[in-house]
């Protein structure tokens, strides 16, 4: 295996197994739906918010690695929901579905024959695709972390 292959065999593990944690999948597993909007105390958001700041950062990082014509969010407003709960469970399917389906556009962006891993993007100040997964990894297992924390203060959390 060459090294390039190997690299994004090692970044899509990062991205697609828990490693040495949980995976987002796990984290959500069998979450109890009353539980999904639920604040614990002392605790500044709930279950559904982690999740769709989640969905949303990891949206903006492929959109940045894809698109020329990128538009910058405003940071935090624009990564952190208001509503504490779903709508309805066919937003919180969506949301689900979403982050996975995100999550394999921005593999395929690696797998890609002519992916340059390294090679800094036009429209940004030096960021490059790998750097883009790393930050997809660290930021998702941050907040898979941050979820599991809450289910355990929600007492819904049987890992």
């Given amino acids: 295996m060459n090294d390039k292959k190997l690299i994004v065999q090692s970044l899509r593990d990062g991205l697609l197994k828990g490693n040495a944690h949980v995976t987002f999948e796990e984290a959500i597993r069998n979450l109890p739906a009353e539980k999904r909007g639920e604040v614990p105390e002392n605790m500044p958001y709930s279950i559904w918010q982690l999740a769709e700041h989640i ?80 930050l997809i990894i660290d930021h998702n297992s941050y907040h898979v972390g941050e979820i599991v924390a809450l289910r355990r203060l929600l007492g819904v959390w049987h890992g």
């Fill in 55 to 134: 969905r949303i950062t990891q949206w903006d990082i492929l959109d940045f690695s894809r698109n020329p014509h990128y538009k910058e969010m405003k940071w935090p407003h624009d990564y952190w929901p208001k509503e504490r709960a779903p709508k309805n469970e066919d937003a919180w399917k969506k949301c689900m579905h979403e982050i996975k389906e995100d999550l394999h556009a921005f593999i395929a962006l690696l797998e890609a024959p002519d992916a340059n891993l390294f090679e800094p993007f036009a429209h940004g100040d030096g960021q490059h695709l790998f750097r883009e997964a790393l």
